[in-house]
């Protein structure tokens, strides 16, 4: 629309049903203050309130701009601009629209024509999803152009934005606000059970290592029984045949023979003694170890090793000494049990113990309990290592012991011995100064020793 | 939010008159279609008469309302008569291309009174307590008002 300049009065915006209504009283009033007559008034009325309608209805929201429209010097009217983010009009209707030829299918299909009749001057700007924009220009006869104009400035307080759309602007405004804020916190909550959910998949992968891991642990354990056991028959036959040897009974033998039986005889008996480890370990491992406790003398049980011992002492001349109170009261034990136990810590004790050392066994009662210990005068022990020195398979790896023969699993089974018969062991140790071994079994009842 | 406003529906003999005095929003207009539908069915009423003399504005929406009332109140069997139309909004009507189909419109509440009586043919005897006279006397203090 060329050669017309407009100033702007306002906007009511359209949200509500009831907003159709506001416009048409604010136009209403508005052509009425500007002097149109009463015909007029009702078609600018009627014309605005189609166009109020199309934006509620097409787009939900929009705003009907009022202005005063100018052009020369002689025109003077309403100029009123609807405009709204609806879906838009296609451009055939559009061009059927403006031809006056289009028909709604729904109302009473005048709408758009109609309002096009009723006024002056009229353009539709409108694209696909872009929403739609009408402009309609209703002017005043040149008559009455002259003394409107006087009256412009009072025309702009009857459209001024009200207080109730500020209003609804604002909690429009802190509504966005708040489904943004929403939104976020429906994102943080998305991520949260994202990364919940990876956790648990995690969780599920680590408890089946678990379970896998178990299970092999279990696989392990029996075949160190099974094979142990199987280890052990062919053993038991080999060490019988050297006994056949080394007992004569099968002539004698030359000197060079003799030596090579001899190590025949040692090599088996350290592995009949690894493969009783390993059983034993593994027994204490699954708990199937079961112990026959009964009243047991430690006297008589260390002279009886005191044999064998005193054999191995003698070769490294090694002082094997004995201090076993003669009123000891005896012990509830496993007499087999306790008997490996002491020999594991004497034989220990003999094999870490330079020539010339001294090892000592003592017992003394310490309440419930009776305390033994065993003393040597050995290499000692690092101190790094005696934390892990009761663990399986640990043998010490100071430098002192290294070379020496052992499975690292006498002290391992030694400790699990002593805690089975409600003991405990513990070790004080210093590097080349020697290592004390000490460990507690219980008083035997009276209802047992009777 | 905007209460409904209400029009009031009154009932004077067999006919039912309908004074509309404000400018209507939308459901205003929608829930007066409904209660002059439900007052014929309750009232067993022959005339819908609805005056429109203070309206200053029939767009194509209230247009269309007027028209769906007056067809569906004839499937009721009742007649409708728009009285009093100021003659801006007839003009806007027209030029608008609005034809207010199905509806016969009328100057005033006593033309219309009298058109109903002459459809109905209706006999002040049958009428029992109602007459002509009362309801004529009605329509011009609603005129007045």
Redesign the interface.
Known sequence: MEGITSTRLGEVYVR???D??KV??RV?QLAREMGFD??T???I??AV??LT?NIYEYAKSGAIMLAVAERGANSIGLHITARDDGPGIDEARLRAIIRGSYRSPS??G??L???R??MDEFDIASQPDEGTRVTIIKWLPPAEAAAARERLSGLRELVTTDEDDSAYEELSRQNRDLVAVLGELEEKREQLEQLNRKLEESNHELNEANAKLRELSEMKEEFLALTTHDLRSPLTVISGVINFFTSGRLGDLTVEQKNMVTMMERNTQNLIELVNDLLDASKLESGTMRLEFSSTELRVLVSELHEGMEHMAQEKGITLEEKIPEDLPPLRADRAKLRRVVVNLLSNALKFTPNGGRVEVSAEPSGDMVRISVKDTGVGIQPDDLARLFDKFEQARSRATRGEKGTGLGLYITRQLVELHGGEIEVQSEVGRGSTFSFTIPVADKAMSD | ??GLQRIPILKVGRVLIVPIQV?????TVMHLQERILSELERTGARGVLIDISLL??????I??VLSDIAAMARIMDARTVVVGM????A??LV?????LRGVDTVLNVDEGIKLLRCEFDFNEEDEGEFSWGELSAFAEQINRS
């Open positions: 509500r049903e009831a159709i209504v048409r009283e209403r009463s015909t008034q009702i078609k009325t009627t309130s189609e309608r109302g009473m005048v709408g024509t109609g309002t009749r009723l | 939010m905007d400018d209507m929003d939308d459901q200053e504005m029939v767009d194509s929406f247009g269309r100021q003659p801006a909004v003009i806007t030029e608008l291309g609005l034809e």
